[in-house]
């Protein structure tokens, strides 16, 4: 069982930057292929980022390339979410997720088997 734990979640202008971090229970953290995922008010959650277990391989939704930075820290057990040039649309409920599966590039949350209890970003205009 992997626990997961986000923080870094607050209020930030538009433009604005945030880094998110998410701590695992688990000593094995470097053999999950790890992910974020949002959800905002009224709509499904969706895939933000994923990384593979030694961070060398990242995939990045659309609407979020070239702004934000997935990264991980084997040694601390830690994932990390840099966002940048933050818009209002990226307002959501921010979760991290654990996947025991090999592929890296898990954009479904039904691909997870463990996930935070999620981190509020809201972004004003």
């Known amino acids: 069982q992997v626990q997961l734990v986000e923080s870094g979640g607050g209020l930030v202008q538009a433009g604005g930057s945030l880094r998110l971090s998410c701590a695992a229970s688990?000593?094995?953290?470097?053999?999950?292929?790890m992910g974020w995922f949002r959800q905002a008010p009224g709509k499904e959650r969706e895939f933000v980022a994923t990384?593979?277990?030694?961070?060398?391989?990242?995939y990045y939704a659309d609407s979020v390339k070239g702004r934000f930075t997935i990264s991980r820290d084997n040694a601390k057990n830690t994932l990390y979410l840099q966002m940048n040039s933050l818009k209002p649309e990226d307002t959501a409920v921010y979760y991290c997720?654990?996947?025991?599966?090999?592929?890296?590039?898990?954009?479904?949350?039904?691909?997870?088997?463990?996930w935070g209890q999620g981190t509020q970003v809201t972004v004003s205009s």
């Open positions: 990384s593979s277990w030694s961070g060398g391989i990242t």
């Open positions: 688990e000593r094995t953290f470097s053999s999950y292929t």
């Open positions: 997720a654990a996947s025991s599966r090999a592929y890296s590039g898990i954009k479904i949350p039904g691909g997870y088997d463990y």
